[in-house]
């Protein structure tokens, strides 16, 4: 029983290091792109090539003093950065990075992805709540209204795949698309739902809406600092590489052909298109937010879940 324990805890362990040196890199990863596309230079002292910045930013965060608002609920305010994050790490577990190399294979893989991830809104809610401050509030209502309404596109948009693969197990569906082709070819405006409403859904520019500094200086985490902060912001950047980590293995074909170096390189490509459209593209106002989402990849969503479900009955 204690053996079982310590190798759970070691596979755990396993997956939870690389994946936090990950979400610190992606960071870095975004700055130097946007910099590149600004005509910047980007973090470049600390560290060759500024690589040691990410490491540079956990220990000032870390050595920083953590505020907490005299009228905030105590308990709640600092709970729930901690629900935001446990959640985000959660879904990980059943992420499948190459053949074999997955923490649990479970069948209902897609089905416990989305259960989790829609899990997330509780945490964000919560400090927004328990911060009693209006900005706060108003951001993570803003967030928890744009979380749900863009979780739905993505439910309706992966139901295509589950009825063309027949399978809710990531590893089938990555395994179908070596005995057919990768599934962004026959699924190209599907894929682009997808992205779009991953966009929305990890709050990430153009629709940042949530966060809007303009208006809500920060949104729902405006009154933390230091690793309370930390903690939303590496929830944040986990989400959004889990969020391309689907991509990858939903469109992309996963790992294949056989290497976690490939399944790597996708992801990287899919990150660099989140980054790209941060660079490019300017803030959506929050009507248009919703219309997107409810009134255009709802209807298209569903519409192509009629189209496709009436194509594999036909043939």
């Known amino acids: 029983m204690v053996f079982e324990c310590v190798l759970i805890f070691l596979k755990s362990l396993s997956l939870l290091l690389p994946l936090l040196i990950a979400i610190a890199y992606l960071t870095l990863i975004e700055r130097k792109v946007i910099a590149s596309m600004q005509r910047r230079k980007g973090p470049n002292v600390i560290g060759f090539f500024g690589l040691l910045q990410p490491f540079a930013d956990v220990l000032k965060l870390m050595i920083k003093e953590t505020v907490i608002p005299s009228v905030s609920n105590r308990v709640i ?4 950065p901690v629900i935001t994050l446990f959640f985000s790490l959660l879904s990980w577990v059943v992420i499948p990075v190459a053949y074999g190399k997955v923490l649990s294979d479970i069948d209902l893989g897609v089905l416990y992805v989305l259960a989790v991830s829609s899990l997330g809104v509780y945490g964000i809610i919560l400090s927004g709540w328990s911060s009693n401050s209006r900005y706060a509030f108003l951001g993570s209502l803003r967030s928890t209204a744009q979380m749900v309404s863009y979780e739905i ?51 990430r520019p153009p629709f940042d809406l949530p966060e809007a500094e303009a208006e809500l200086v920060a949104g729902y985490f405006v009154e933390y600092s230091s690793m309370t902060f930390a903690l939303f912001f590496v929830a944040e950047y986990g989400s959004i590489l889990l ?18 170096t490939v399944f790597s390189v996708k992801v990287l490509v899919v990150v660099f298109a989140f980054v790209w459209v941060r660079a490019a593209f300017p803030r959506y106002r929050y009507d248009q937010l919703m219309r ?10 569903l519409a192509h879940i009629v189209f496709i479900s009436g194509v594999l009955m036909l043939f």
Do not use: D
């Open 77 to 80: 305010f600092l709970v729930a």
């Open 292 to 301: 997107l989402g409810w009134k255009i990849l709802l209807p298209l969503s």
């Open 153 to 203: 596109s993505i439910a309706l948009v992966i139901i295509n795949i589950l009825l063309c693969t027949q399978s809710l197990n990531l590893s089938s569906i990555v395994w179908f698309q070596q005995i057919a082709t990768w599934l962004v070819f026959p699924f190209l405006v599907v894929s682009v739902m997808f992205f779009i409403s991953a966009l929305a859904e990890t709050n």
């Open 243 to 260: 969020m391309c980590c689907n991509f990858t293995i939903f469109f992309l074909g996963g790992w294949l052909p056989f290497s976690v």
